[in-house]
């Protein structure tokens, strides 16, 4: 009798026994996994990409009227109160009364950027005794205005803003440059607030003055704000000029 219900016993167990090694799955053999970690790092790739500017356009905001700012706007040149020539380049409308919308070559801004005659100071811009627009610069107007000299912008997105070890030569002397505060300060006269910001011992010099540079473009009160009539430069700017001032002012 007790053989017969260890048999009927067995019997029961078989079938659970096929069961569960059915349902029994082999290890997960997946690259970098740990069974063993409680927090796996997740490898979902995300883009984080916040940008709207298309890299084949040019933008008047982004583009073009840094390289008039930087270029073009110094004392007795073509800023709002010289207007040399009777031209203006510190904003669009008047840029495009220089600008034949689709056509460079008719248009009197491209022809004075690209005039190679040397004799007349005034016959070409910058002057003769002015550094030439770089190529690039010079191509990124024509292209401007082969796309029809829009007044666009568009937003580059979020870019992280380093400010450790700062320096004159690989950070402050190419923002003073791109944002056209040498073109203004290139040397101390009363026009320009005897300010001169075209080598790292002048504006070594003025950083030094009472807070003198960080007071004008963080526009403090006191201090006259710069960019001169133009909107106050972005926050990582701001900060990387303050933190080469703190950092010591390293060349």
Same mark, same amino acid.
């Given at each position: 009798m007790r053989l017969f219900y260890a048999f009927k016993k067995l019997l029961f167990l078989i079938p659970v026994l096929l069961i569960w090694h059915s349902c029994k799955h082999e290890p997960i053999d997946i690259e970098g996994f740990d069974p063993n970690?409680?927090?796996?790092?997740?490898?979902t790739v995300t883009d984080t990409t916040d940008s709207d500017c298309d890299p084949d356009t040019v933008y008047f905001?982004?583009?073009?009227?840094?390289?008039?700012?930087?270029?073009?706007?110094?004392?007795?040149?073509?800023?709002?109160?010289?207007?040399?020539?009777?031209?203006?380049? /510190?904003?669009?409308?008047?840029?495009?009364?220089?600008? /034949?919308?689709?056509?460079?070559n008719g248009s009197k801004l491209y022809e004075l950027i690209t005039e190679n005659d040397v004799d007349d100071l005034y016959d070409r811009m910058p002057p003769s005794n002015l550094p030439r627009l770089l190529p690039e610069e010079i191509d990124k107007v024509r292209?401007?205005?082969?796309?029809?000299?829009?007044?666009?912008?568009? /937003?580059?997105?979020?870019? /992280?803003?380093d400010t450790s070890n700062v320096t004159y030569s690989n950070d402050i002397a190419s923002?003073?440059?791109?944002?056209?505060?040498?073109?203004?300060?290139?040397?101390?006269?009363?026009?320009?607030?005897?300010?001169?910001l075209r080598s790292y011992a002048s504006v070594k010099a003025v950083a030094e003055d009472n807070d003198r540079l960080f007071g004008a473009i963080n526009h403090e009160p006191g201090f006259e704000?710069?960019?001169?009539?133009?909107?106050?430069?972005?926050?990582?700017?701001?900060?990387?000029?303050?933190?080469?001032?703190?950092?010591?002012?390293?060349?």
């Open positions: 970690d409680q927090n796996p790092t997740d490898t905001e982004n583009h073009i009227l840094p390289i008039f700012i930087a270029n073009c706007l110094g004392s007795g040149c073509h800023n709002a109160q010289d207007a040399q020539e009777g031209v203006i380049l /510190d904003n669009y409308d008047d840029v495009m009364k220089e600008v /034949d919308p689709g056509d460079p292209t401007w205005i082969d796309q029809g000299a829009l007044n666009n912008s568009c /937003d580059a997105g979020s870019v /992280d803003c923002i003073l440059q791109n944002k056209g505060c040498v073109g203004c300060h290139n040397g101390g006269n009363a026009s320009n607030g005897n300010v001169d704000p710069m960019p001169q009539n133009q909107s106050k430069l972005d926050d990582c700017i701001i900060n990387t000029i303050k933190a080469w001032i703190n950092q010591g002012l390293q060349e």
